[in-house]
């Protein structure tokens, strides 16, 4: 037997449970996976309250971590026990112990790159090298909007965009995650609860606007975001923290100037082996340069991943959260 996080219900954090769990068995592709550090995301917040609802109950939960291979089933080539992987995709249940997933989903670890620093970065670090180098190729002299630049995600966008040369205006709530934000390199930022974002915006960028602007606060921003981009420009709606856009009039993007809108995710991109192999190696790149530093600012025990995301959605963590099992 192990230990992990399973749900029965969807609801507030109380309905995560702390369980003893039978150890599976890896089917002939799979591995079974140690887990040394466990990545907590937002999305697995939407999953706990079923935004993205889950396949049946009980039900794990989390797609990210970093461990070691404890057995492989008979049909796997690549990996062997002992062997050192990050994962950020797959079957939920990466809140727990030991994590059964098909071995497609791993990305062997280089010795350079700590289990922490890996289930801190893999899935928000692959999710920004999708967002600044594939869904628009952010160049020198960009312009760019980032909301929740303080978050998991944001602080490693605000540190990509000024290693591409890129000039980032982050969104934050405080002083604290201006601060923050500031210090890993964004240009400007804007303190989207206490001033006015389009003012701000047009006032940084003399009238010009922005090119992309990066919006996963969702239905909160994606008013300003619209009168933030630039004509013919384009918003990268890609989350939903405050809550899902919906009922959008495709006109209003005709009417703000002939905007491009996309609403992507990292399972479209990361979308096979190879691809995700690619993603992760270019961000490991980037850690292994000196020119990404992983914020890793909160740890939990993972018996305790129902306070973690409480801390996550109450909007009083910065960078990234790890539960530790
Ligand atoms: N589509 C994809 O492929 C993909 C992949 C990964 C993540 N995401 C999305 O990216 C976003 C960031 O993920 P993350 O895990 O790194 O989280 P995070 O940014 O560390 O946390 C979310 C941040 O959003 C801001 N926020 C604004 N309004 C909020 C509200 N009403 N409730 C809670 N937070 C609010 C908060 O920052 P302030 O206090 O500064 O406002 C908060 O810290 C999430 O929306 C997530 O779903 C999307």
Redesign the pocket.
């Known amino acids: 037997m192990t230990h992990g996080i399973r749900f029965s219900r969807h609801g507030g954090s109380e309905v995560l449970e702390y369980v003893e769990v039978p150890t599976q068995t890896p089917g002939a592709n799979e591995v079974l996976v140690r887990n040394q550090a466990i990545g907590?995301?937002?999305?697995d917040i939407?999953g706990r309250e079923g935004l993205y609802p889950v396949s049946s109950f009980p039900s794990g939960l989390g797609t990210e971590a970093a461990g070691i291979i404890e057995a492989v089933g008979e049909d796997v080539q690549a990996f062997s026990p002992g062997d050192r992987v990050a994962y950020a995709q797959g079957p939920l249940g990466a809140y727990s112990q030991l994590h059964c997933l098909p071995a497609e989903f791993l990305i062997p670890l280089p010795e350079s790159i700590s289990f922490d620093v890996a289930a801190a970065s893999l899935?928000?670090g692959m999710?920004v090298q999708?967002l600044l180098r594939q869904v628009h190729e952010v160049k020198a002299g960009d312009t760019i909007l980032f909301?929740?630049?303080?978050?998991?995600?944001?602080t490693l966008a605000c540190q990509w965009a000024n290693a591409l040369g890129a000039r980032l205006i982050g969104?934050?709530?405080?002083d604290e995650?201006a601060e923050l934000a500031r210090s890993l390199g964004a240009d400007a930022i804007i303190n989207?609860?206490t001033e006015d974002v389009v003012e701000r915006v047009k006032a940084l960028t003399d009238n010009e606007l922005c090119d992309v602007v990066y919006d996963?606060?969702?239905k909160?921003?994606w008013p300003v975001s619209l009168d933030c981009v630039k004509r013919r420009g384009l918003i990268v709606s890609?989350?939903?923290?405050?809550?899902p856009v919906e009922g959008v009039n495709l006109g209003i993007l005709n009417q703000k100037g002939s905007l491009f809108v996309t609403r992507?995710?990292?399972?479209g991109?990361a979308d096979t082996p190879s691809r995700r192999k690619a993603m992760a190696a270019e961000l490991f790149d980037m850690i292994e340069r000196g020119a990404i530093d992983v914020q890793i600012n909160q740890r939990f025990a993972l018996s305790e991943a129902g306070k973690a995301q409480d801390a996550?959605?109450?909007?009083r963590?910065?960078?990234?959260?790890l539960l530790i099992p």
Do not use: C, E, W
């Open positions: 907590m995301n937002f999305i939407y899935l928000k999710t999708y909301h929740a630049a303080a978050g998991g995600v944001g969104t934050v709530s405080t995650k989207y609860t996963s606060v969702g909160d921003t890609f989350g939903n923290a405050s809550g992507p995710s990292l399972g991109y996550l959605m109450q909007r963590t910065t960078g990234a959260t």
